[in-house]
């Protein structure tokens, strides 16, 4: 099945926010943001600006009539600075004028005065000066200080690991209808409408239902428009309640880039102990995330590294510290794996110091401490799934590890000036929110009498194929033909109170919403259809193909008719459903519970050639096997694995996230910013489904897809690291990620690089 | 306070006050931290009376004529979005470095955020809206849709616009940074996927559709395409 948008995207009449006809007399904000990363504000001139021809308004903290502040956890972050600004890039005032470009120009005009201040970068040096948000954690299995007596090695080190910009193609926007009686209708591109509809709504003092939030499509949000989305949503809306005019507001890609908050780096120290056999007996590790200058979804972010912190192995003995460090860059956000990713490459890395310890390959190690059916993580619960040995396996034979490494040892003997390496990735990601109360969703499903079907859910389409799942799970659970479903825009008077499109879950949540919602009309017109038939074994009816089906068989009643019948007959073709997945808790006092859902496994084998004369590499192949539980639509998760496997080999790789030691971003634009091309793609991507229905609460036995592939590009990094090896062998490489290409030389000749430094030249290492 | 401002909340009158005084006092800028400017200046692109800065232009798009008023500066792109309607063409940077504002200037593409609205008079322009008739898909169209060339779509018609040019780059015998023997540049048939992904490295998709697009100009160049996308329709549910 094809996705059900698929002919306004080829056609070019998809509509995203902007692309909505302009409503008359709309107005233009432009940000006027911070230059400097930490400083009091003396003085604020807005004078030249607002007398520029064409500009109507200038807006500051001063004009927002309630809340100025905001926040999902925490409440922490203003939506325009007054005192004194943290980041470079972080909003002080809004420019509205009628066009865009005067907008812009005004912008320039502003004059403001600062007072600088010390500011942090590293996130390691905030800890160390009790810079922190939120309290650190800590989860605990068994007993580490004394199981590492019982260890034949133990190995430390540690993992600098860079961040992400989401670099959605769309970026952040949102355009603001002012309605009667002060009401908004906000578009915005946004994954969280309930959290922009409430932020809104808190700032002007309105109640939630003067604030429409209404989301067609995103174009792309990969956890970017979050939280974050709402920040721009608010300010746009400041400006239409206070002229009464309809106002949009769009980043451009350069003040996208500076303005918003990005995937969280990492500092983090490991230790590990094993056995002789490889057996790993303890793990330590300590996380310091750069969360950047306000709370915005750090602790969350940290919760799901703790979650993930040894991976796909069960290992007895571990002890996990984590702590959100502030720094003064931009809040730091939800990115695909939500922390997932960060925790996972310190236990690889770990595992990878093991085997370069005992000169063993990685795999040996990890493929002895993976995790079966029944092993409790730190967090207390239990593994209910075998997947996590089942697709290693798999993976082993289908794609012959064997043979693989024969291959590439049998290159790297014979060539010298490039080399191969390959590393093999499991993945263990745990599925749900795991701030419990998240796991809820709505669903409203109307039949019509012409028996075509409208259904609105809580959930957010942004590229992730949510409507053409929603669709599918409908036309299954109605059994009536696709063409007569439309997947309506996630709208706030529809479906109230949502939670975010995020943590892999929409359509876990908001699919079975939607079953259950198709459930209760379908009992209604089962009786009726009974009746007609002058049956009572309501049981025994079913719809299929648009028919009624009797006992097995096919009746003259068709769909069409059952929705006409029903108008006529005053049954209620329509319903609102609410889901929430059962059993869910987690104590925060204890670090105990039982957090997810369940848990996805998958293992890729990744190959890459480097050239190791230039740093440059080639990523050769990247073989999956991936449980996907009972796939809902196939290619819409092949699409989830590919996208997802490709930027986490951009983050492993060429997406260099450099901010200065004044707290400025460096990538600045997508020149010196490179996201994967087609060009960088894997020679060959080879995925299975483990087709696998063991455990999953999901509509029909299906399974999350949206973040754990990410995870796979993990396995990057230590492809490339062994063809490193196998060209400098005595080399101890940094677990610094990304890997750039000139990190790669660095580190190959970093020796040479030393000579030159200490002969005046100046090339350094980063 | 009249009988409608009674029936608004405080807040809303506090609102009305605010607008009120500042409307008053436009222009007087120093005392308040902000204030709102009068209304009345001009009125973006409401009539056809030419504005002060701005031209006249003919443009020829998707086959029809268009006449409008712009400033010289204006780029194409903003042109086609803001004063046409024409919104399929998108804004990922707006600085050359997406694709996702491609579009076909006389059969060739060109990111239409590189060039000015007024350098194009004369030259045929196709976007996106301009590929298909009321009932027919172009070819590429019917192949990105069959091959799943996208997943949010924003990049979508830029990269349908720039595939649209390959092919014909390709008929005419252009080479490319990959092609091997020079003085015989490859055909549709024989397109190679490393062929067709160097031509099409001008068109970000951060998605990573990448797989799915390969496969869509395959099937557009008269190839099968072995993209396991095109090869797993029917196993969905229902
Ligand atoms: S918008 Fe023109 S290339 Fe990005
Ligand atoms: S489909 Fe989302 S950017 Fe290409």
């Given amino acids: 099945m094809k996705r059900i948008d698929a002919i306004y995207h080829v056609r070019g009449e998809a509509e995203y926010v902007d692309d909505l006809p302009l409503p008359a007399e709309m107005l233009y904000a432009e940000v006027f943001a911070s230059p400097v990363a930490h400083g009091k504000i003396l003085s604020l001139e807005i004078k030249d600006a607002l007398a520029l021809e064409g500009i109507v308004a200038v807006f500051t903290a001063d004009d927002i009539p309630e809340s100025n502040q905001w926040g999902t956890i925490i409440a922490d972050c203003p939506l325009l600075v007054k005192d004194e600004v943290q980041y470079i890039g972080q909003p002080i005032a809004i420019v509205v004028g009628q066009t865009r470009a005067i907008a812009q120009k005004a912008t320039k005009l502003i004059r403001l005065e600062v007072e600088e201040l010390p500011i942090i970068v590293n996130p390691r040096k905030a800890f160390s000066q009790g810079q922190i948000i939120g309290t650190p954690r800590i989860f605990v299995l068994g007993d580490v200080d004394s199981a590492w007596e019982e260890c034949d090695l133990i190995v430390e080190g540690n993992c600098e690991i860079g961040g992400q910009e989401h670099l959605y193609l769309e970026t952040q926007r949102s355009r603001v209808i002012p309605l009667e009686g002060n009401n908004l209708r906000v578009y915005s591109a946004t994954q969280n409408p309930t959290l922009t509809q409430k932020t809104i709504a808190q700032m002007l003092g309105l109640s939630c239902h003067a604030v429409e939030v209404d989301v067609k499509r995103l174009g792309g949000g990969f956890g970017g428009k979050e939280e974050q989305a709402t920040h721009w949503a608010s300010l746009a809306a400041l400006a239409a309640w206070h002229t009464g005019k309809p106002v949009e507001l769009v980043l451009s890609r350069s003040d996208d880039l500076k303005m918003t908050g990005k995937r969280h780096p990492y500092s983090s120290d490991f230790k590990i102990g094993v056995t002789n056999e490889g057996k790993i007996l303890a793990y330590e590790v300590k996380h310091y995330q750069n969360a950047g200058a306000y709370a915005d979804l750090s602790t969350a972010v940290l919760e799901r590294t703790l979650f993930h912190s040894t991976n796909a192995y069960f290992i007895p003995n571990t002890r996990i510290f984590a702590v959100s460090c502030r720094t003064n860059l931009p809040p730091s956000t939800a990115m695909r794996g939500f922390g997932g990713p960060q925790a996972m490459f310190v236990i690889e890395s770990a595992i990878a110091k093991v085997a370069e310890t005992l000169d063993i390959s990685r795999e040996e190690i990890q493929r002895k401490n993976l995790l079966r059916l029944g092993d409790s993580f730190s967090y207390g619960q239990k593994i209910k799934t075998n997947s996590m040995r089942r697709t290693w396996l798999e993976a082993e034979q289908t794609y012959n590890l064997t043979a693989i490494s024969e291959r590439i040892n049998h290159y790297n003997a014979s060539h010298f000036e490039t080399k191969k390496g390959y590393a093999v990735m499991p993945i263990c990601f745990g599925i749900s929110f795991t701030a419990s109360f998240l796991n809820q969703a709505s669903a409203l499903v109307h039949v019509y009498t012409d028996g075509s079907v409208s259904i609105t859910t809580g959930g957010v389409e942004m590229g992730q194929g949510l409507s053409t799942k929603i669709a599918a799970i409908a036309s299954k659970a109605f059994g009536i033909g696709l063409q007569r479903i439309k997947i309506e825009s996630t709208n706030t008077t529809r479906i109230a109170n949502m939670s975010a499109s995020a943590a892999s879950v929409t359509t876990d949540l908001n699919g079975n919403a939607t079953v259950l919602a198709i459930a209760q009309i379908l009992d209604r017109l089962k009786a009726l259809a009974a009746k007609e038939l002058g049956v009572k074994d309501t049981e025994n009816i079913a719809i299929a193909k648009e028919k009624v089906i009797y006992a097995g068989k096919e009746t003259d009643l068709t769909w069409e008719h059952l929705a006409k019948a029903g108008n006529l007959a005053r049954i209620n073709l329509s319903a609102h459903t609410f889901y929430a997945t059962p059993g869910l808790e987690f104590d925060r006092d204890r670090e105990k519970g039982h957090p997810f859902a369940y848990h996805v496994c998958g293992t890729a084998i990744v190959e890459v050639t480097l050239d190791c004369l230039r740093g440059i590499y080639q990523i050769d192949a990247v073989k999956i096997v991936h449980d996907l539980g009972r796939s809902v639509n196939e290619l819409v998760d092949r699409g989830q694995v590919e996208g997802g496997l490709a930027q986490g080999l951009g983050w492993m790789t060429i997406e260099d996230l450099q901010f200065n030691e004044k707290g400025e971003l460096l990538a600045n634009n997508l020149a010196n910013y490179k996201v994967p091309d087609i060009y960088f793609m894997p020679d060959l991507i080879d995925i299975k489904f483990l087709e696998n229905d063991d455990n999953s609460p999901a509509p029909y036995g299906s399974k999350a897809v949206g973040e754990p592939p990410f995870m796979y590009g993990i396995g990057v990094f230590f492809a490339i690291r062994e063809a490193m090896k196998a060209f400098q062998p005595q080399i101890e490489f940094a677990f610094t990620s990304p890997l750039t290409p000139e990190r790669v030389l660095c580190e190959l000749y970093a020796d040479q690089l030393r000579q030159m430094n200490s002969h005046g030249d100046r090339i350094r290492l980063k | ?238």
Avoid: W
Wanted: overall charge negative; aromatic content about 4%; hydrophobic content about 35%.
């Fill in chain 2, 1 to 238: 306070m009249t009988e409608e401002e009674q029936k608004l909340s405080p807040k809303q009158r506090s609102r009305r006050n605010f607008l009120g005084q500042s409307l008053f006092t436009a222009g007087a800028a120093i005392a308040a931290p902000s204030l709102l400017n009068s209304c009345q200046n001009k009125t973006v692109s409401a009539s056809n009376a030419l504005v002060e800065g701005e031209t006249m232009i003919g443009l020829k798009i998707n086959g029809q004529l268009k006449t409008l008023n712009i400033e010289p500066r204006v780029t194409l792109l903003d042109a086609l979005r803001e004063n046409l309607g024409l919104t399929g063409s998108k804004k990922g940077c707006d600085h050359g470095q997406c694709g996702a504002c491609t579009v076909l200037i006389d059969g060739q593409r060109a990111y239409s955020c590189l060039t000015l609205a007024i350098m194009q008079e004369g030259n045929e322009i196709t976007t996106i809206e301009g590929l298909a008739t009321e009932d027919n898909l172009h070819p590429v169209q019917t192949a990105f849709l069959e091959n799943d060339g996208f997943q949010c779509g924003y990049c979508t018609p830029g990269q349908i616009c720039a595939s649209v040019a390959l092919l014909e780059e390709v008929n005419n015998g252009s080479v490319s940074y990959v092609t091997r023997d020079l003085t015989n540049p490859p055909e549709l048939a024989s397109l190679s996927e490393s062929e067709i992904k160097e031509r099409m490295s001008g068109n970000l998709c951060r998605c990573s559709a990448y797989n799915g697009i390969v496969a869509a100009v395959q099937q557009a160049a008269g190839q099968t395409p072995p993209s396991p996308a095109a090869s797993i329709e029917h196993s969905q549910v229902g």
